[in-house]
């Protein structure tokens, strides 16, 4: 229906459509001003390639009209503010184009240049000029937050609440979770009390789904943990209405042995995927399945550089998960091995014959092989290379190993 209704507006004309998401987490064009003018000007010239000489004239000058693109050239920040404005501000742009940009998220507008406040007024006022100068043939549509600075500006232009047409979805969206909720339904909690909760909860989401989506789930977990109603009403009242605080308040309230379990959901649930589908091929009792893990750097823990060649006990004691045939389930052992025995018990179990030229050794894995003098290793070998190139002079290779010392007394322990 848009695009039949943006047809009819353009006429004969062109209609050439731009659009820009505001996005503050990721690259600085992604939420400033300099961004928005970028992502526009390609969808202008990509869709109208004969106004590139208007929008540019030095530049398309430079390269001269035989097109010689091996001219190099530099366009920086003023060059794409002042051709955006000279396409807007000239008639001839709209000799056979008319123009529709749909920007979203301009409260993610995070322009270093300004300060916060004046960044977003001035980009209310840019936008409104583009429509005045362009005489009409510019449309625009835009989306933010509720914000003072965009309800002012934007006051006299025709909206649309998006809360207002998504609340009877998120009301019912509610309304399912509630009564399809066992221990909310063994609170026997009255129909009026638990209309009044709906209509407390989704009034405070204003309209976002995603913020409604994280309170149920909240919630869910406080029923299951016996929450009443009253506690309910409580999380209700100190939750955050927008969503990035929300989720730092959902992450501070988790308690540390709920966050070392949530941490590790997804690793079980990828094994558990892994297991599911070697079951349903038929294989997974013929399949050896090594998990393999790693220590992470330290970063002062023991005064040392960042690394993970010093023989702390972070650095040693690290699980080796193995499942396969004739491999007693739970079983445990405190065999030394390390990275380079995988390949000799890979090939073991294989059938095929050990190079005698292999770093480490085969891994016991059967329980009969585990207790017997030759598996009980004390240690293992594990060599490491440096190779020393023109930034890495044998002094500091030398300063590194004195980093990975021990002194204690008399006695020194090299890594």
Sequence with gaps: MTQEYLQQWSGPSDLIRGHFFFWRPGEKLQSSFQGLLRGLLHAILGSSPNLIQQSFPSTWQDIGEDGDTTVRTEIDDEDIELAFESLIQCRDTYTDNKFVFFIDGLDELNDTRRGLNDSHSQLVKRLKSWCTDSEGRVKMCVASREWPVFQRGFGNCPKIRLQDLTRTDMIHYTHDFLSQNDPYQDLGISP?????????IVNKSAGVFLWLALVLRDFDDGLENGDEIEHLREKLDQLPEEVEELFSHLLRSISPGDKSLRSLQPLDEMIEGVISRLEDAGVLDQTYIFY?????????????????????????????????????EGMVTDVVTTHTDLAPTLLKLAGAELRSDFDGAAIPLASSDIFLPSSRRPDTIAQTWLLRNKELKRTEIDELKQDRAIRLGGCMLIT
């Design 292 to 328: 393999t893990t790693d220590n992470g750097y330290h970063i002062g823990q023991h005064r040392f550089q960042p690394g993970k060649q010093s023989a702390f006990e972070e650095d040693i004691n690290i699980p080796l998960i193995v499942r396969g045939p004739g491999i007693a």
């Design 192 to 200: 009026e009390r638990t209309e009044r909760f709906v209509y407390d």
